[in-house]
């Protein structure tokens, strides 16, 4: 017959449940600074590929998604009947549009997307479009690479026409008949830039400092745990007696 009394059943069990939660919680700060490693060095390798030799239209199509974050000069023509502004966009504290341009690149077949840079919304006509000088004829541009326009939160499908909400480039694709490559540039103003578009592009964000807090976080929880079983069941019961 089992004379424990409750209190003595509750005193076997904390610690093995006290051990599987400061394991839990130590596991997961462990994983957050691994994380954090990862993320560092991501920033490390973004910082090499921006210190790299600008690449032209053919390292360009070549590099692919690997080439991710490097500087490219490019050659070609604009496409500005299948230009997009995408609203919504903020740039230095205000909201306006990003202007994607398809530019057809000279001697290949490849069509890359060209976020063109900022400008500010009409307040008193939403669907009023910026201005901008017409152009003709080939254009030089640099920038960097990057992947798809930011997407913002939308409900339904994306629409078409010369304002959107999001731009998703495979459906875009399928949509113009264009030959585009999976990525996209983001112009820099240098040669070949429109005049009245804003290029004050952030650097990319990796957020180390976000799993650092989180593993913070993790590891006092551990700590408290194992602090609270060891004053209710150990220096306390002693400090009575």
């Given at each position: 017959?089992?004379?424990?009394?409750?209190?003595?059943?509750?005193?076997?069990?904390?610690l093995?449940?006290?051990?599987?939660?400061?394991?839990?919680?130590?596991?997961?700060?462990?994983?957050?600074?691994?994380?954090?490693?990862?993320?560092?060095?991501?920033?490390?390798?973004?910082?090499q590929?921006?210190?790299?030799?600008?690449?032209?239209?053919?390292?360009?199509?070549?590099?692919?998604?690997?080439?991710?974050?490097?500087?490219?000069?490019?050659?070609?023509?604009?496409l500005?009947?299948?230009?997009?502004?995408?609203?919504?966009?903020?740039?230095?504290?205000?909201?306006?549009?990003?202007?994607?341009?398809?530019?057809?690149?000279?001697?290949?077949?490849?069509?890359?997307?060209?976020?063109?840079?900022?400008?500010?919304?009409?307040?008193?006509?939403?669907?009023?479009?910026?201005?901008?000088?017409?152009?003709?004829?080939?254009?030089?541009?640099?920038?960097?690479?990057?992947?798809s326009?930011?997407?913002?939160?939308?409900?339904?499908?994306?629409?078409?026409?010369?304002?959107?909400?999001?731009?998703?480039?495979?459906?875009f694709?399928?949509e113009?008949?264009?030959?585009?490559?999976?990525?996209?540039?983001?112009?820099?103003?240098?040669?070949?830039?429109?005049?009245?578009?804003?290029?004050?592009?952030?650097?990319?964000?990796v957020?180390?400092?976000?799993?650092?807090?989180?593993?913070?976080?993790?590891?006092?929880?551990?700590?408290?745990?194992?602090?609270?079983?060891?004053?209710?069941?150990?220096?306390r019961?002693r400090?009575?007696?």
């Amino acid at each position: 017959m089992n004379t424990s009394s409750p209190a003595d059943r509750k005193r076997r069990w904390l610690l093995p449940l006290t051990l599987v939660g400061v394991a839990l919680t130590a596991g997961l700060c462990a994983w957050q600074l691994d994380r954090a490693g990862q993320k560092r060095a991501l920033e490390a390798a973004i910082a090499q590929r921006a210190q790299a030799p600008a690449l032209d239209a053919a390292g360009l199509a070549a590099a692919g998604e690997q080439g991710l974050h490097r500087r490219v000069r490019l050659q070609g023509q604009w496409l500005a009947q299948h230009s997009v502004w995408l609203e919504n966009r903020p740039m230095d504290g205000r909201v306006g549009f990003f202007l994607v341009t398809p530019l057809r690149l000279s001697g290949r077949p490849e069509v890359v997307l060209v976020q063109r840079g900022w400008a500010p919304r009409d307040v008193a006509d939403r669907s009023r479009l910026p201005t901008l000088p017409p152009e003709a004829g080939e254009t030089v541009i640099e920038g960097r690479m990057a992947a798809s326009p930011s997407r913002l939160y939308q409900l339904g499908e994306a629409g078409a026409g010369r304002i959107r909400q999001n731009l998703d480039p495979a459906a875009f694709a399928r949509e113009t008949g264009l030959p585009l490559l999976p990525l996209t540039v983001l112009q820099t103003a240098h040669e070949g830039a429109t005049p009245g578009l804003l290029r004050d592009w952030p650097a990319p964000a990796v957020d180390i400092h976000k799993h650092y807090g989180y593993a913070a976080q993790w590891a006092a929880l551990s700590v408290l745990q194992l602090g609270l079983y060891v004053w209710f069941q150990v220096l306390r019961p002693r400090r009575s007696r």
